[in-house]
């Protein structure tokens, strides 16, 4: 049990994420950072979110209604690994040109971008074999982006520890395309690697889809594996009287037992993260995507991991740590989640 927070007193600035003291193994759930942008297409800053989340995670409160207490010393994030730090720098001086010029190469230019795929290919190595060793230690996992191509690792490694899994996708985007302006781990193909790469025989259930391209809906449409709750329609079902609680249902009735959820802050409407990368109308408010994680928890499912992207600072005003302050209750509120879904001996 976590003790209580001093209520007297703001966390000291140098505590680590939602003011925590256990170490990571001490820890129940293992936050890993993954400061990944370079294929970033739209707007940048979303590298620097597993660093400023933690100082913005100080002004929760960490008071759990269900708990009945605090929740803050279950979870232990792991120091940001330099390496990370350092690649994300280089390759994103790389991916500049490229960017600029839409994805079109030249030989200069594709020299950059097989340095820039094959660091992501690395690194994908390197997270799955962080991930399957605190898997193995009994720890829950989540990763925290990072681009939303952060997360493929340990994706791999969830699905060999629960081979039946099904991935709960929150996102404008489906992040089906089978690679953007010539990056192979694009932030934009995150799922269609997923199902290609990884080959998951569970199902792919993406919710609040909103901004997509023929080619993605047409796949959509064709993998029996992937079941997609638009938008537009999760819209048409409030106006015409439809509950939220009967569109949970559905979505999770769409689920195996275990399920690893993948949130992309995009999912929800843009006055939760006016500085995403790439904002679209429409969404899920925060409360809506709160009660999704309820109801999960409601239909006994085990949620085995997750992972949290694209949440991005405000990068012309340091003071405005909005969207930080949102994504730091999201983050709150899975780790909350996984931790009461775990199966009880």
Not at 103 to 132: F, K, V
Not at 277 to 304: C, E, M, Q, S, Y
Not at 326 to 342: D, E, F, P
Request: charged share 20%; proline share 6%.
């Amino acid at each position: 049990m976590s003790p209580t927070h001093d209520t007297e007193f703001a966390p000291d600035k140098d505590a680590g994420l939602f003011a925590g003291n256990a170490l990571p193994d001490q820890a129940d759930l293992i936050v890993i950072g993954v400061p990944w942008e370079p294929t970033v297409s739209y707007g940048r800053g979303t590298s620097q979110a597993p660093a400023r989340l933690v100082p913005a995670s100080h002004q929760l409160d960490y008071f759990v209604p269900m708990l009945a207490r605090e929740f803050a010393d279950e979870v232990a994030m792991l120091p940001l690994n330099q390496s990370w730090l350092d690649a994300n720098q280089r390759c994103m001086r790389l991916a500049e040109p490229i960017l600029a010029a839409g994805g079109r190469l030249t030989d200069e230019t594709a020299a950059n971008l097989a340095q820039i795929n094959q660091t992501s290919e690395q690194i994908n190595r390197e997270l799955e074999e962080l991930t399957r060793h605190w898997l193995k230690q009994g720890k829950m996992v989540a990763v925290l982006g990072g681009d939303h191509s952060s997360p493929l690792g340990s994706l791999r490694a969830h699905l060999a520890r629960y081979p039946d899994m099904g991935v709960l996708h929150i996102d404008a985007h489906h992040d089906l395309r089978r690679a953007y302006e010539g990056f192979t781990y694009s932030h934009a193909s995150i799922m269609y690697n997923y199902l290609t790469l990884c080959e998951p025989s569970g199902p792919l259930v993406s919710v609040g889809i909103r901004d997509y391209s023929q080619a993605e809906r047409a796949m959509a449409e064709a993998d029996p594996r992937i079941t997609t709750f638009y938008d537009a329609d999760l819209a048409k079902a409030d106006y015409t009287g439809k509950t939220w609680t009967e569109c949970c249902d559905q979505i999770i009735a769409a689920l195996p037992q275990c399920v690893y959820i993948s949130f992309d802050i995009d999912g929800l409407e843009p006055g939760c993260c006016p500085n995403t990368g790439t904002p679209v109308p429409g969404g899920i408010d925060f409360n809506r995507a709160a009660f999704l994680l309820d109801r999960l928890l409601h239909h006994k499912k085990h949620i085995v991991g997750f992972d949290l992207c694209e949440v991005s600072p405000n990068l012309d005003n340091e003071s405005d740590e909005w969207d930080l302050n949102v994504g730091a209750r999201i983050l709150h509120r899975l780790c909350v989640a996984t931790y009461q879904s775990r199966p009880q001996s």
